[in-house]
């Protein structure tokens, strides 16, 4: 026999009847799951938390919906956190019930980048430094991370591309509902936005040293691939990880190599790998301390003191700002480019690509250095050619 949650709703306590309930229904397989159900509502509409109540109720109502929740339900051995924005949350990001601006999708994936698997609450985030967390928003293979650190008052604050979100200073009391033992609901002060794509990354301002985003980095990628900073956005199981020079480390020894066809690709690949995603905590901790890239070296991961560095040979860059999170990985603002080193010689198998009639006609000389007040609408890219085919190998395989 299946229960209708909408159904079922009048038999909760009279204190319960707001108009903001969505009226949805479940197919639920089974009375425990609609007892869970229920009581998750019910301690949400305690705490003033209506909007992300009537958000629950409404995705009950379909099937990707229904597997998100029962699956929180069924795996009661694991503690999962509920970041809940306010209502006035929600209307600052102008979400409200009964969602008819918003898809299903996007609010199963809503309901979904807010549920992490683990309990984070500010006990339970190190003293120094960033935690991070899963969520249950998936991209295929990938499960969105959610990055935070320890604020004042005992506040939890949730770092994102775009900005900072704090929570209550504590969980909110849901003792009274004794099925919910797995849960812990800790409202935030924003609705959390889905983390971009690294080419919208790269537009955004993340250090005091980049408050017009990356537009060099952009421009030197557009110049290994014309689909530019696009290519790095495949969504692949173990996540990508890149490093990301500031505009004003980008001096004329790393643009000469730039413009060298032989030596871009390699420049580029430097950088980043899409075999893993490495936030801080791993190499904070020391369970990782280095990284192998896609060319086949290895980056090292150190920290003095509160700085952490990351390096390629005798190349050092200071990490500027780690753990921004992307759709499908992390990027890690640095000081410096890890250039290629002169010893290296150009692949053989490259330059003889570099050297053929295939290659689409380019001016001599260095590459002209972009303004890195243009903007990344103004940057544009080579055109396919062949040493472009070779250097797809570091863009994830375009």
């Known amino acids: ?15 319960l009847p707001t108009p903001a309930l969505s ?29 992300f109540e009537s958000l629950l109720a409404d995705i009950t109502s379909t099937d990707s919906g229904y597997d998100l929740l029962s699956t929180i339900f069924t795996q009661s051995d694991q503690t999962f956190t509920l970041l809940v924005p306010t209502d006035s949350a929600f209307q600052m990001a102008a979400v409200w019930a009964p969602f008819e601006h918003q898809s299903k999708d996007y609010l199963v994936d809503l309901f979904g980048l807010h549920t992490l698997q683990g309990h984070y609450g500010y006990n339970e985030l190190p003293e120094a430094g960033m935690g991070v967390g899963r969520s249950m928003m998936r991209k295929r293979e990938w499960e969105e991370r959610v990055v935070m ?124 790998t899409t075999n893993y995603s490495l936030f801080s905590p791993d190499w904070t901790s020391g369970t990782i301390t280095d990284l192998t890239i896609m060319n086949g070296d290895k980056l090292k991961l150190s920290v003095e003191g509160d700085t952490s560095y990351v390096s390629l040979g005798d190349q050092k860059a200071q990490i500027l700002r780690s753990d921004i999170t992307l ?44 303004s890195s007040t243009g903007g990344a609408s103004r940057l544009t890219g080579t055109k396919w050619s062949a040493v472009a085919a070779v250097a797809a190998w570091y863009l994830s395989g375009l």
Request: a negative charge.
């Open 149 to 272: 650190k320890r604020g004042e008052r005992g506040m939890v604050v949730v770092k994102t591309a775009y900005g900072e979100v704090s929570s209550w200073s504590g969980p909110a009391d849901i003792s009274a509902q004794y099925l919910l033992d797995n849960l812990v609901i800790l409202p935030i002060d924003h609705v959390l936005q889905a983390p971009p794509n690294i080419s919208t990354a790269l537009t955004l301002p993340s250090t005091t040293r980049s408050p017009n985003g990356l537009p060099l980095l952009q421009a030197a990628i557009a110049n290994v691939s014309a689909s530019g900073a696009d290519a790095l956005t495949e969504i692949k199981p173990g996540g990508l990880t890149f490093f990301a020079p500031v505009d004003d480390a980008w001096g004329k020894d790393a643009w000469a190599q730039v413009a060298d066809k032989t030596l871009r690709a390699k420049l580029i690949g430097n950088h980043y």
């Open 1 to 15: 026999m299946r229960f209708s949650l909408s159904l079922l709703l009048p038999l909760l306590p009279l204190l």
């Open 23 to 51: 009226q949805s229904t479940v197919d639920c397989d089974n009375a425990d799951l609609t007892s869970y159900l229920l009581q998750l509502i019910d301690a949400l509409y305690a705490n003033g938390l209506t909007t």
């Open 327 to 370: 759709e499908n990985g992390v990027l890690h603002i640095i000081d410096r480019v890890l250039v290629v080193p002169q010893s290296e010689k150009p692949n053989p198998f490259i330059q003889t690509l570099a050297n053929s009639p295939t290659q689409a006609a380019k001016p001599s000389g260095s590459a002209p250095m972009p």
